[in-house]
């Protein structure tokens, strides 16, 4: 990461690349992020595409350099609670307000099917809870998740012919490919 630019957000956060201030190319969020935020304009917030935590990077849906992975579905937790949701993150964001949060990802939510990918491991018995099953995500929906609210990325796994997708929780993040 030394060749790109970094801007420490806070704590281990920061944003890789440029922060673009204004309207956002996709800005069918931004009643929720006013609302969420608010403010009435978004005229100074400052959007960026990549977010780095630690070792780990994430992507959102706008970064268009990277097209054979998938790191913007992602697993968080919503306002405190201990159960872990799933999305898409479509945008992160930096405002100067002295909300509850400064910074954060807008991300499309996806919904958990009742089907699973099976309930138990045939051989080894043991139950399968890091491969979910997810409807697919309603690009007119969207959720404010504050970044540290983010647990981590998912690999995503879309079928053409299934109503339903997945997403699996990696075993490690030390691997690479």
Do not use: W
């Amino acid at each position: 990461m030394a060749s790109s630019k970094r801007t420490h957000l806070k704590d281990d956060f920061y944003a890789i690349g440029a922060l673009k201030r204004g309207i956002c190319e996709t800005n069918s969020f931004e009643d929720d992020l006013e609302a969420f935020l608010g403010i009435e304009s978004l005229s100074f917030v400052k959007y960026f595409t990549r977010l780095q935590v630690g070792a780990a990077v994430f992507h959102s849906r706008l970064y268009k350099r990277t097209s054979k992975r998938n790191t913007f579905t992602v697993a968080y937790r919503r306002d405190g609670s201990p159960s872990i949701s799933y999305g898409q993150i479509e945008v992160f964001f930096k405002a100067p307000v002295p909300s509850k949060t400064s910074c954060g990802a807008v991300v499309v939510p996806m919904s958990k099917a009742k089907q699973d990918i099976c309930h138990r491991h045939t051989l080894l018995g043991i139950p399968v809870s890091h491969i979910i099953a997810l409807h697919r995500p309603n690009r007119n929906m969207f959720v404010i998740v504050p970044l540290e609210d983010i647990i981590d990325v998912c690999v995503y796994i879309e079928f053409s012919d299934s109503r339903v997708n997945y997403a699996a929780h990696f075993p490690n993040h030390l691997e690479k490919d």
